[in-house]
């Protein structure tokens, strides 16, 4: 239950502002739109891009060890990170 807990409080926190919300909030903000109909899109398409992620997550730690994953994810979030902090400079 605790790593349950922990998969869920991680993916909560790193979805909130994030791209994905604030598209859903501009759905929602559409007086045309049901707000029931933007919640069940948006809540089935996270449904279906979490799928995908395990299913690629299953399939290549397979070939690749969960800690190298571990190490590759670091560095292309930090790799993001400079790219739009110097990006914006250049």
Do not use: H, Y
């Not at 559409?30 to 029931?36: A, G, I, T």
């Not at 809540?43 to 690749?64: K, N, Y």
């Amino acid at each position: 239950m605790k790593a349950l807990l922990m998969v869920f409080l991680s993916v909560f926190l790193a979805e909130l502002g994030d791209k994905t919300q604030l598209a859903t909030l501009l759905f929602a903000a559409d007086q045309k739109l049901s707000r029931v109909g933007v919640f069940a899109a948006a809540s089935a398409a996270l449904v279906f891009s979490s799928l995908l992620a395990v299913l690629f997550g299953a399939q290549i730690s397979r070939i690749v060890s969960p800690s190298t994953l571990k190490v590759m994810a670091g560095l292309g979030f930090i790799g993001i990170g400079l790219w739009m902090l110097v990006g914006e400079r250049f």
